[in-house]
Each structure stands twice: as structure tokens, then as C-alpha cells.
């Protein structure tokens, strides 16, 4: 209860503990000074026990448990784990980060464009009702095969890849989305960061091209692709 009788300065007085729980909004809502302040939050007797709650003594042990986890050093960004979609491309096992990654799709039917057959870009296939460029991701790494080698029949299914991969990155207020075919989709792992390594210079062309980093994957080397890079080869075998 709140007592007033001294200067009219509020002085705290619990009748009960935790009264807001017995008489107050919690409780029965019998308390009278629930018609001054409305609501428990608003009244001195919560206010004193919630300062009571926070000024009591630590329990034995418990600022040292926090010092040693606060001592603990924090995992930095190269030890952290990254979530990659890992697929094939002819014999080259490579990855994405997932990040780029808007969905992987079934081959779907492949439209020429007139002009463009045997360069880099596919033809054109509907994605959820969108017309979307197909970028043959063998000629860009310089490997045979792809869905290019059945872009020239319109209206023929993309059987030269496996999969669809639909791509997007953010550019500027808008975003640049790609498809690319592919052999074979193995799905989404997770690789650490620790488990990464330079490309050498011994490895193929291939493998090397827009790679940014190899790791081994169930006995396999698997290239990490580098997503800017990457958009940057796609854009260029488009345009030449």
C-alpha cells in the first residue's frame, strides 16, 4: 500500500510480497490504489521491488562464471561456417555460396535466340512465369556440354543440363538474376572457414576461373565459386 499521511510524499509499503500478483492486475485487482495509478507498472511498490530484485547480492559463483565466459575469445568470421550449394559441371565439382542462390529447378524448355546460338547464352526459359535469360555455365568455364548444345531446336527441353540454377545478386536498387544449367546438384552443405584453401596455380583453367578457394567434400575438391566474379563472366559471355 502506499502511505501519504507525511508531506504527501509516497512512501512504499507493501501490504503483501508480490501483491501485484494477489491483489493487482495479475490478481484480483482488488487493491485501491489500482484507481490512482491504473496499472502495477505505474505504482512505487513495483518500482521499489523490481530496485530490491536488481540491488540484491550476486549468488556465490555467478560474477565469476560471467567473467570467464566474458573472457572467452569470440569466434571471428574465419572460423565460422558457410552455407554453399555444391553441383557439377561436366567432371568439376564447384560451389555457391547459398546466398546467391534463388532456387534450383528441373530442365525446363529452352527458347533459341535468334543469332546467339553457340555462344554462351543458352536461349530463354520460364521461370515461374518469367522469362529468363539461360546462360550456358560450360562455355563460361570453357567445358563441354551444357544446354547450349540443344538451344538450336525451339521449343526442345534443356536436356543438356540436370538442373536449373536460378541466380540472383543484389545490384545497385535492383537485382541481376541469371540461369544457369548444370550437370548434377548434390544440394546445400555447410564447409568452415578453416576448412578453406588457395586455388594453385596447377589447377585446370576451368577450375580456376571465378574460383575463389577449393575444399574437400566426400573425398571430392570442390571450388568455391566467387559470386561477383562469377556475375561479372556471365555478364561478359553475354555481351560478347
Known amino acids: 500500500m502506499i502511505d501519504r499521511t507525511r508531506h504527501d510524499v509516497p512512501v512504499v509499503t507493501a501490504p503483501m510480497p508480490e501483491c501485484w500478483r494477489v491483489i493487482g492486475v495479475a490478481g484480483d485487482r482488488s487493491c485501491p490504489e489500482l484507481q490512482a495509478f491504473v496499472h502495477c507498472r505505474n505504482c512505487p511498490v513495483l518500482a521499489e ?3 530490491s530484485f536488481f540491488d540484491r547480492p550476486a549468488p556465490e559463483g555467478y560474477l565469476d562464471a560471467w567473467q570467464a565466459i566474458l573472457e572467452e575469445p569470440t569466434e571471428t568470421a574465419e572460423g565460422a ?3 554453399v ?4 559441371v561436366d567432371h568439376e565439382w564447384l560451389s555457391l555460396p547459398t546466398g546467391a542462390l534463388v532456387e534450383v529447378t528441373p530442365s525446363r524448355t529452352l527458347h533459341s535466340v535468334p543469332h546467339r546460338q553457340g555462344t554462351a547464352l543458352a536461349g530463354i526459359v520460364n521461370v515461374r512465369g518469367q522469362l529468363q535469360l539461360c546462360v550456358s555455365l560450360h562455355a563460361v568455364l570453357g567445358l563441354p556440354g551444357g544446354p547450349q548444345a540443344t538451344a538450336a531446336h525451339p521449343g526442345s527441353p534443356a ?5 536449373l540454377i536460378v541466380l540472383e545478386r543484389a545490384q545497385g536498387p535492383a537485382a541481376e538474376r541469371w540461369v544457369v544449367g548444370v550437370d548434377e546438384v548434390a544440394g546445400v552443405h555447410r564447409v568452415g572457414r578453416a576448412d578453406l584453401r588457395p586455388v594453385p596455380s596447377t589447377v585446370s583453367q576451368a577450375a580456376a576461373r571465378c574460383s575463389s578457394a577449393l575444399f574437400e ?3 571430392r575438391t570442390v571450388a568455391l565459386l566467387d559470386e561477383v566474379r562469377l556475375f561479372e563472366a556471365l555478364r561478359e559471355a553475354v555481351s560478347s
Open 81 to 83: 561456417d558457410t552455407s
Open 85 to 88: 550449394l555444391v553441383f557439377r
Open 49 to 51: 521491488a523490481a530496485r
Open 159 to 163: 536436356d543438356g543440363a540436370g538442373r
Open 217 to 219: 567434400w566426400q573425398e
